[in-house]
Nanobody
Framework: VQLVESGGYLVQPGGSLRLSCATS????????MSWYRQAPKKEREWVAT???????NYADSAKGRFTIFRDNAKNTVYLQMNSLKPEDTAVYYC??????????WGQGTQVTVSS
């Protein structure tokens, strides 16, 4: 099983980034896919979810600025982030729920928002 995030970068406030999470080794299409993030000295927090049934949910901090979407043909989930703020600085992690007892994490990608 692999979840490989990419797309993290240093960006100025107000900028945009698109994160990608390429996966393999499990049934992506029937899995709920999420993004989490962890800022320095803070606990990991949930950002957004795209369920296998097609629904999306967002943390309040992400609503209106972030969009999660997936390409089941490519086994990849994305996070489009717009209007970035310094407080969005964190390591962003991809998460898969295949079954309630079978969950996987990626290794993370660093997003830094700073002028």
């Amino acid at each position: 099983v692999q979840l490989v995030e990419s797309g993290g970068y240093l960006v100025q406030p107000g900028g945009s980034l698109r994160l990608s999470c390429a996966t393999s080794g499990f049934t992506f299409g029937s899995s709920d896919m999420s993004w989490y993030r962890q800022a320095p000295k803070k606990e990991r927090e949930w950002v957004a979810t795209f369920t296998s049934s097609g629904s999306t949910n967002y943390a309040d901090s992400a609503k209106g600025r972030f969009t999660i979407f997936r390409d089941n043909a490519k086994n990849t989930v994305y996070l489009q982030m717009n209007s970035l703020k310094p407080e969005d600085t964190a390591v962003y992690y991809c998460h898969a729920v295949v079954t309630p007892a079978l969950r996987y994490w990626g290794q993370g990608t660093q997003v830094t928002v700073s002028s």
